[in-house]
């Protein structure tokens, strides 16, 4: 199945920094919005921030605002999540799609890999 490959999820300490890559697999990123979304145990998967591919704009949850940070490598066909300062709440499965356009709904993404799991103890 082609889908995206996650890596970089741990155990980390309150306060510290983690940062996730997204790989494609099998296919591509070009022309694509890249999203990271995260979903914690009982919760609805939620937005975290979204780089587009014309400018590599960005845009970001307020809960994630001045902590995170997203890139892309379009010559390796990889996006990554700098995650710093991380705390308790950040916990959750997190995962990476593309989108035709920049957005915030889940519903625009295609192409979602397996995640990788994000614990902050605290």
């Known amino acids: 199945q082609v889908q995206p490959v996650e890596s970089g999820g741990g155990l980390v300490q309150t306060g510290g920094s983690l940062r996730l890559s997204c790989a494609a697999s099998g296919t591509t990123f070009r022309g694509y919005a890249m999203g990271w979304f995260r979903q914690a145990p009982g919760k609805l998967r939620e937005f975290v921030g979204v780089i587009s591919w014309s400018d590599g704009s960005t845009d970001y949850a307020d809960s994630v605002k001045g902590r995170f940070t997203i890139s892309r490598d379009n010559a390796k066909s990889t996006v990554y999540l700098q995650m710093n300062n991380l705390k308790p709440e950040d916990t959750a499965v997190y995962y990476c799609?593309?989108?035709?356009?920049?957005?915030?709904?889940?519903?625009?993404?295609?192409?979602w890999g397996q995640g990788t799991q994000v614990t902050v103890s605290s």
């Open positions: 799609a593309r989108s035709p356009v920049v957005s915030k709904w889940s519903d625009s993404y295609t192409y």
